[in-house]
């Protein structure tokens, strides 16, 4: 790692644990787990963008976490640009049968 590389994990680092990481070598290894604990992360992120906020009084449950869980994945899709094309083109191939005929009510 080059010295740029060193002080940018730094500073991610002492925002994650404080003061102590100032003294923790940049190498690596550190590095590697740096990766592995935002690759841990992640799945936790992307399930939390689906907690429902608290449930409105008066509401049926049921119809309003159905739209709750909807709205959520639509905001999710529309926000997350962190899809390779590729895999939306391949998918997309894979499941174009489906969306038309989705499109014409069947």
Same mark, same amino acid.
């Given at each position: 790692?080059? *010295? ?11 925002? *994650? ?9 940049? !190498?690596?290894?550190?590095?590697? $787990?740096?990766?592995? *604990?935002?690759? %841990?992360?992640?799945?936790? !992120? ?6 429902? =906020? /608290? ?5 049926? /449950? ?5 739209? %709750?869980? =909807? !709205?959520?994945?639509?905001?999710? $899709? ?9 895999? $939306?083109?391949?998918?997309?191939? =894979? ?12």
């Amino acid at each position: 790692m080059d *010295l740029y590389d060193r002080d940018n994990l730094k500073a991610f680092l002492v925002t *994650l644990f404080g003061n102590q990481a100032n003294n923790w070598p940049m !190498s690596e290894k550190m590095f590697n $787990l740096t990766f592995e *604990l935002v690759s %841990e992360s992640s799945a936790c !992120s992307s399930a939390m963008a689906f907690v429902p =906020r /608290p449930i409105p009084y008066g509401q049926t /449950p049921f119809k309003w976490l159905a739209k %709750e869980v =909807r !709205s959520k994945f639509l905001k999710r $899709l529309k926000n997350d640009k962190e899809h390779y094309v590729i895999c $939306l083109k391949a998918a997309a191939y =894979r499941m174009v049968g489906k969306f038309q005929m989705a499109s014409q009510g069947v």
